[in-house]
């Protein structure tokens, strides 16, 4: 007598995409935490608005000082904050230019790029420091105006969005 065959395994589920599993994931694991959907939306907005601050290698202090002051989910916050890495990136010199021009250097800085920064650091690098300073000043004023908007209006585009997660997950 032979035995019987076994039955054909399952199928195995498929894996989520990665979009869903990095991004969507962490934030509804939140929700089902009993975070609010108001108190995400908060976060998630000002870490994005944060992370897009000309602040290179500033913006995880910023950030977590933000969300421990205001009590809001640290982790999240940082999720949001590091997402824009690459958006403050691609800002980050056109932010210095329109800066250098706010604060009065905007000749010194037309065309300014990777290579000519280099340039001037062999040139003169307390030169340098100061036009970029006077750069950054200016760059984040122009972010703080356009932070203040963006922040305010995501916070109150994902409300509805993680709410609506919120009684789906029931």
């Known amino acids: 007598m032979t035995p019987d065959p076994l039955p054909p395994a399952a199928p195995a589920a498929p894996r989520p995409h990665w979009l869903r599993r990095y991004l969507a994931d962490p934030f509804l694991n939140l929700l089902r935490t009993g975070l609010t959907p108001r108190s995400l939306a908060l976060t998630v907005a000002l870490g994005i608005g944060l992370g897009l601050a000309p602040l290179f290698g ?6 977590t000082a933000v969300a421990l002051r205001l009590r809001l989910n ?3 916050m ?3 904050a590091h997402l824009m890495s690459v958006p403050q990136l691609l800002l980050l010199l056109p932010l210095l230019r329109w800066g250098a021009r706010l604060t009065g250097q905007g000749a010194a800085v037309d065309g ?3 290579a000519r920064i280099k340039q001037l650091w062999a040139a003169d690098a307390g030169h340098l420091f100061g036009l970029l300073w ?3 000043v200016g760059a984040l004023a122009l972010w703080a105006l356009g932070a203040v908007p963006l922040v305010a209006g ?3 585009a994902l409300r509805p969005v993680f709410a609506r997660a919120l009684r789906r997950m029931g």
């Open 58 to 63: 500033l913006t995880t202090l910023l950030s």
């Open 74 to 76: 640290v982790a999240a």
């Open 78 to 80: 940082q999720l949001a």
């Open 112 to 114: 300014l790029s990777v």
């Open 134 to 136: 006077r750069a950054e």
């Open 154 to 156: 995501l916070a109150l």
